[in-house]
């Protein structure tokens, strides 16, 4: 069985993690860790599964990640290169006393908001992703500071989004295999018809016992989870071809342009038409 608590290596001479991983080291189970991450994407895109959010990424996305906060990168094609600079670090690895400090109020602050996940945005993004790239090569003191500049800016950055909050999971090893067993299959057959009935029997488990796991687990039910995984690759088709609505919708998964429209609003709260005009390049 697979272990939901993933172990981060910490070299002796180093008080936190950052480091590079790339294809196959990129490619991770459902997990989480003790440890904040931040994670730059610098190559590939796919989905991303942070808590109960459902998301694109790509190349240049940065987000920042509470202690225990389940996630998984899931490329967009199998053999696609996936990377990501990564650092790990434990909340209080400075000290307590010097996160009490007055001059640390938005630091500390910001660390203390667990069970979330943010995705930075505009400039601050692009400040500390900078800062990013020279703390992967920094070695000593040059470290810490690199790391504390970052998480400052974090902790004032005002174009931010929160992804996911106050998720929290128990979830055992062994229900960690199944939860991996649900999310391959339904990325495998998001775009034909599934029941509850089919997805159910991969786990062994009864429908009721299937949709009560599910839900305890990811937060949404299994029929949500499914829709965004099918709006999120009807937007990535929106904004990179110019292929007509009514095709992405039966390459989507669905067969009513009616109920397609209705999905994609409930999830992007505006019709496919508009979310393409916002994003013609």
């Not at 389940?70 to 094609?77: E, M």
């Not at 016992?209 to 009807?234: M, P, Q, T, V």
Request: hydrophobic residues 35%; contains cysteine; charged residues 25%.
């Amino acid at each position: 069985m697979k272990t939901l608590i993933q172990k981060i290596h910490v070299e002796e001479h180093h008080s936190f993690a950052c480091r590079t991983y790339k294809t196959p080291d990129f490619e991770t189970a459902w997990h989480k860790h003790p440890e904040c991450e931040l994670i730059l994407i610098t190559e590939g895109n796919g989905t991303a599964l942070i808590g109960d959010y459902i998301g694109e990424y790509k190349q240049g996305d940065l987000f920042f990640l509470s202690p225990n906060v389940p996630h998984w990168f899931r490329k967009s094609q199998q053999k696609m290169v996936g990377s990501a600079i990564v650092i790990h670090f434990l909340r209080d690895f400075w000290g307590e006393t010097f996160l009490s400090l007055p001059e640390m109020k938005n630091v500390s602050r910001q660390l203390d908001n667990n069970n979330m996940g943010i995705q930075l945005l505009g400039d601050s993004k692009n400040d500390i992703v900078l800062l990013i790239k020279q703390l992967e090569h920094a070695e000593g003191m040059e470290r810490i500071y690199l790391l504390l500049n970052c998480v400052q800016k974090i902790s004032v950055s005002t174009v931010q989004k929160v992804i996911t909050s106050a998720f929290h999971t128990i979830t055992s090893g062994e229900e960690n295999s199944v939860i991996e067993k649900i999310i391959d299959y339904s990325f495998k057959n998001f775009l034909k018809p599934i029941s509850l009935k089919e997805v159910a029997e991969i786990t062994s488990m009864s429908i009721p016992s299937f949709c009560r796991f599910f839900k305890r687990n990811i937060k949404k039910s299994y029929f949500d989870f499914i829709r965004e995984i099918r709006i999120g690759h009807a937007c990535k088709l929106l904004r990179e071809t110019n292929r007509p609505v009514l095709d992405i919708c039966y390459d989507s998964g669905y067969n009513s342009s009616a109920h397609f429209t209705k999905q994609f609003k409930a999830v992007t709260k505006i019709p496919p038409t508009q979310y393409r005009k916002q994003h013609i390049k």
